[in-house]
């Protein structure tokens, strides 16, 4: 298994343009199979979660290549509706192909992934809401069966309980080619989202408000494949932002998403970074000791603070002047990554979904595992800055997420090597 080794302490000082967003690559890919054309999504971050997506695509008869950031999808002789539970385990939004496959074959069969590491994460708001647009679904011993009568769903009005990312993804995938109507209230409104309604319309579906609470999406007889580029990954910027904010230093983002990134920005400005932003850039200085976060931090659905984003800004808080308190409310086992950041000598209590975050004036190198994707980018944060070295193990979680993040922490002026 390989591992990051992190000599921390310097400042850092580069420029990096910003990977294509796993986040819409995933559901994209899904809606690439429900066209049955042929699509090509530029700037399709090169990580291992694109490759698990890739292999479901090939395992469902499509014909994927990869070449530098353009993936090329031919689903037209696709006519595939089920994903082995060894895929399906492989990666967690495989969950996703459940929409994309009901739509355009009728019927699928998946199995659910069980509890992972940040706690469970039940389908039930996707499978009632099939079951609204009229699938019948059987659940045998973990594999999941959903079949649309005569073929076809139908559009229906559905209230979601929670505006959840990956539900509202798979209500508008498998509403895309359904007969009538579909109203999904409550949606989530993650740019993510709009990137994958902007994806569909430019292959011909009739979305309407994507990015507000209520969508509609009225079903196409047919859809076509199309070129399309995906959104940058504002995760991943919120990551590299948090490392050069933590570490000290000047910046330049390229290819950001700045407007995707301001719930994000808004909060790392109050550390005292001086932030500029423009033409699709973001510049970041930090000279002197972040100063803790006076607010309580609450991760909400967006325009929320992003729950991806929670680990790396509390990696770099934990060396801040003063105490920040965070409030994890979209997931219960989002905390993993402080006992790592504890090892390193953060001063870190975690009471429920509350973690009180009290400044340490530095950190020492560590020997720390990854425990999840943004867990184990959380540990680069606290390595970049920690004196001496941090060896951070499992990085496999790192490499679902972040497109050569060697190369972009050295393009920062980092040191890190891949062992
Ligand atoms: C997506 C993102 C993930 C991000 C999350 C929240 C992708 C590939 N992943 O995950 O990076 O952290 O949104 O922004 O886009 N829930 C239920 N029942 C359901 C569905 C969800 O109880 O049927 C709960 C989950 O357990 C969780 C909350 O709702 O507590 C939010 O989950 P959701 O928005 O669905 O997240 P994902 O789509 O899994």
């Known amino acids: 298994m390989q591992k990051f080794i992190i000599t921390g302490g310097s400042r850092l000082s580069g420029e990096l343009t910003l990977q294509g967003s796993k986040n819409s690559a995933l559901p994209i890919m899904a809606a690439a199979f429900l066209t049955g054309g042929v699509c090509t999504l530029d700037n399709c971050p090169r990580i291992t979660d694109v490759y698990s997506a890739s292999r479901i695509l090939s395992g469902l008869g499509c014909k994927c290549t990869f070449s530098g950031g353009e993936f090329r999808v031919d689903a037209s002789g696709a006519g595939g509706s089920e994903i082995s539970a060894a895929l399906m385990k492989e990666m967690r939004s495989s969950i996703m192909f459940m929409g994309a496959m009901i739509g355009r074959m009728g019927r ?11 706690g469970p994460r039940p389908i039930d708001m996707h499978l009632s809401a099939l079951r609204k647009m009229g699938a019948v679904i059987t659940d045998e011993g973990g594999r999941i ?7 076809k769903l139908t559009g229906a009005k559905i209230n979601l309980p929670f505006p959840s990312v990956g539900a509202t993804e798979n209500i508008i995938l498998s509403a895309a080619t359904a007969e009538g109507e579909t109203y999904i209230n409550n949606a989530a409104r993650e740019p993510e989202i709009c990137d994958l309604c902007g994806f569909l319309r430019r292959c011909g579906a009739d979305i309407r408000g994507d990015g507000e609470s209520t969508v509609v999406i009225k079903g196409v ?20 932002l948090s490392m050069t904010a933590s570490a000290g230093g000047e910046m330049i983002l ?64 934990v060396t801040a002047e003063g105490t920040s308190v965070f409030e994890e409310n979209i997931f219960d086992c989002r905390y993993r990554h402080t006992d790592a950041l504890r090892k390193m000598g953060a001063d870190i209590e975690v009471l429920g979904k509350v973690a009180v975050v009290r400044g340490v ?7 720390v595992t990854a425990t999840d994707l943004r867990g184990g980018a959380a540990m680069a944060v606290a390595g970049l800055k920690a004196a001496g070295e941090t060896v951070i193990t499992d990085i496999s979680h790192i490499d679902r997420g972040y497109e050569n993040f060697e190369g972009a922490v050295e393009c920062l002026g980092g040191k890190i090597k891949r062992v």
């Open 108 to 118: 699928c069969s998946v199995s659910v992934p069980g509890g992972c590491e940040l």
């Open 145 to 151: 069966t959903c079949k649309a009568p005569g073929g």
């Open 221 to 240: 007889k047919r859809l076509n494949g199309c070129d399309y580029t995906i959104m940058p990954d504002r995760i991943a910027g919120a990551t590299y």
């Open 254 to 317: 390229k290819n950001a998403c700045t407007e995707a990134m301001e719930p994000f920005l808004s909060v790392l400005e109050q550390t005292g970074c001086r932030i500029i932003t423009g033409n699709d850039r973001i510049y970041l200085r930090c000279g002197a000791r972040l100063k803790g976060i006076h607010d309580r931090i609450r991760t909400m659905p967006h325009p929320g603070f992003p729950t991806d984003a929670q680990a790396v800004l509390m990696a770099a808080l």
């Open 361 to 367: 004036k530095s950190l020492s190198g560590a020997v």
